[in-house]
């Protein structure tokens, strides 16, 4: 059963830099894709950034050029580098993954397996 495990939310002043660690386990193969979601009470879970199983790498218009997805595929990991926090960046950040998702990336429903979230508060 594939599982995911997300680390290194926390707070931080706006301006800040956050690095969040998710590890995948359970593939029998190396080849899959992965992304990091975000949700605040009352508002849709929203993809923030992805890798396909290619390496081809997506992001959300909204944090273009402050954050950036990596992988290590030795490692079984996800990663996601934070930089210039805004504190609109708030939120519950989850991991994702599947082979190949079922529609487009920054879809809640293309993904088939989700780690349990880590916190990210941004103070202005």
């Known amino acids: 059963q594939v599982q995911l495990v997300e680390s290194g939310g926390g707070s931080v002043e706006a301006g800040g830099s956050l690095r969040l660690s998710c590890v995948v386990s359970?593939?029998?193969?190396?080849?899959?894709?992965v992304s990091w979601f975000r949700q605040t009470p009352g508002k849709e879970r929203e993809g923030v950034a992805a890798?396909?199983?290619?390496?081809?790498?997506s992001y959300a218009d909204s944090v273009k050029g402050r954050f950036t997805i990596s992988k290590d595929n030795a490692k079984n990991s996800l990663f996601l580098q934070m930089n210039s926090l805004k504190p609109e960046d708030t939120g519950m950040y989850y991991c994702?993954?599947?082979?190949?998702?079922?529609?487009?990336?920054?879809?809640?429903?293309?993904?088939?397996?989700w780690g349990q979230g880590t916190q990210v508060t941004v103070s202005s």
């Open positions: 359970g593939y029998s193969y190396s080849a899959y894709s």
């Open positions: 994702a993954s599947d082979r190949f998702p079922g529609g487009s990336w920054h879809l809640r429903e293309s993904w088939g397996y």
């Open positions: 890798i396909d199983w290619d390496g081809s790498e």
